[in-house]
Structures are given as structure tokens and as C-alpha cells.
T-cell receptor, first 110, second 115 residues
Framework: GDSVTQMEGPVTLSEEAFLTINCTYTATGYPSLFWYVQYPGEGLQLLLKATKADDKGSNKGFEATYRKETTSFHLEKGSVQVSDSAVYFCALTGTYKYIFGTGTRLKVLA | ETGVTQTPRHLVMGMTNKKSLKCEQHLGHNAMYWYKQSAKKPLELMFVYSLEERVENNSVPSRFSPECPNSSHLFLHLHTLQPEDSALYLC??????????????FGPGTRLTVT
């Protein structure tokens, strides 16, 4: 069945460091891909999305490109801030349902 | 504030208790969802309601019983739970269900502890 694999966390970075969180997927057909973010004490919020191959989603300085050839959707940010500390979930829609990864916790130190 | 509220935010219950979780969405959406979030596991989709009809039930034990009285409200009734049911229960909504792409809006969750 469809699945999403994320790198295990936690990821700890200093402020202004470069961020990459890896995400790979397995799916039949052509799913849409997403990154959701969960701040402490809150539910998940959509961060960015891409609906077809080679699309780049971007929001709040975060980017991810839908790579069909490598079945990947890695999340990147050039300069992280303390306020980016959260849990990040990669997800896809397969057969009309969301499939989420396990989440990657990011901690940014001042 | 995502437009989806959940009560209570925290709940401690014994294995013989009966309790209910409540979710309300103020977005005019047609689909609502219950998820279970456990540490180091992917979010588990439990139930999906579309236009107040249950369209998905992912082999969830019968000690969890959902109810959707209207398109704005969703309940999860709990009885005779087990300690392994302790988790964060998230409610979500989306405009529709069954299309290729739809954004989900999540509530803050109910942290459930079963003693």
C-alpha cells in the first residue's frame, strides 16, 4: 500500500542554519504531496503542497520539490529560526485518503 | 486558530469509564475525521464522515464509537478503553472528501490518558 518515510528526529540546529528533512514515498498512481507542521500544543497546519511532478511548494521560507524519479519530497529552509521549532509531517493523498509519516521534530537553538 | 475546536483538551479516565470527545468546525466543511497520534508512529486515520455519513472505518476497535449528528459536529464515544489507547486524538475537517487534493484543517487535539 501507499506509505511515507521520514527521517527520524529529533533534528537540532542553531539559528540561521540550513534545514533539510528527508521524505520519500511509495504510491500507486500520482499522489499529491504535502508538508504539515505541528507547533507545541496545537494541531497540524498545512505548510506547503505539490500536486504533480516537478512542482515546487513554498511557504514561510520553506520549500519542497515533487521528485517523481526519486519518489521524494524533501523539505528545505535556508535559514531556520527559533520559531520554526515544531514537528513536521510529510504526507500524501492516496486513494482519496491522507497517508502521514511519523513526523520529524525540529529544535532550533538561539 | 484553524476553525476546528476540540473539547476537552486533556482527559484522564479509568478503563471502566465512559467518556466522549467533542469536535466542532466553523468552516462550513462537508467532511470530518478522527485521527490517533501516538509517539513515533504515523498518524492513524480512525474514521471519516462525509456529509454526515461514515465513509471510512479503519478497523478501529468497537470501544471507540463515532457520531456525527450534523456537518459541524463530531463526537468520539469511549468505553472500556485500554492503557494502549492513551494518545493524542485529533479531529480534522476538509471542504470535501474523495478528490485528489484537499487540505485538512486540524483541531488542537485531546490528550487522553487511560489509567
Amino acid at each position: 500500500g501507499d506509505s511515507v518515510t521520514q527521517m527520524e528526529g529529533p533534528v537540532t540546529l542553531s539559528e540561521e542554519a540550513f534545514l533539510t528533512i528527508n521524505c520519500t514515498y511509495t504510491a500507486t498512481g500520482y499522489p499529491s504531496l504535502f508538508w504539515y507542521v505541528q507547533y507545541p500544543g496545537e494541531g497540524l497546519q498545512l505548510l506547503l503542497k505539490a500536486t504533480k511532478a516537478d512542482d515546487k511548494g513554498s511557504n514561510k521560507g520553506f520549500e519542497a520539490t515533487y521528485r517523481k524519479e526519486t519518489t521524494s519530497f524533501h523539505l528545505e529552509k535556508g535559514s531556520v529560526q527559533v520559531s520554526d521549532s515544531a514537528v513536521y509531517f510529510c504526507a500524501l493523498t492516496g486513494t482519496y485518503k491522507y497517508i502521514f509519516g511519523t513526523g520529524t521534530r525540529l529544535k532550533v537553538l538561539a | 486558530e484553524t476553525g476546528v475546536t476540540q473539547t476537552p483538551r486533556h482527559l484522564v479516565m479509568g478503563m471502566t469509564n465512559k467518556k466522549s470527545l467533542k469536535c466542532e468546525q466553523h468552516l462550513g466543511h462537508n467532511a470530518m475525521y478522527w485521527y490517533k497520534q501516538s509517539a513515533k508512529k504515523p498518524l492513524e486515520l480512525m474514521f471519516v464522515y462525509s456529509l454526515e455519513e461514515r465513509v471510512e472505518n479503519n478497523s478501529v476497535p468497537s470501544r471507540f464509537s463515532p457520531e456525527c449528528p450534523n456537518s459541524s459536529h463530531l463526537f468520539l464515544h469511549l468505553h472500556t478503553l485500554q492503557p494502549e489507547d492513551s494518545a493524542l486524538y485529533l479531529c480534522a475537517s476538509s471542504q470535501d472528501f474523495g478528490t485528489d487534493y484537499y487540505e485538512q484543517y486540524f483541531g488542537p487535539g485531546t490528550r487522553l490518558t487511560v489509567t
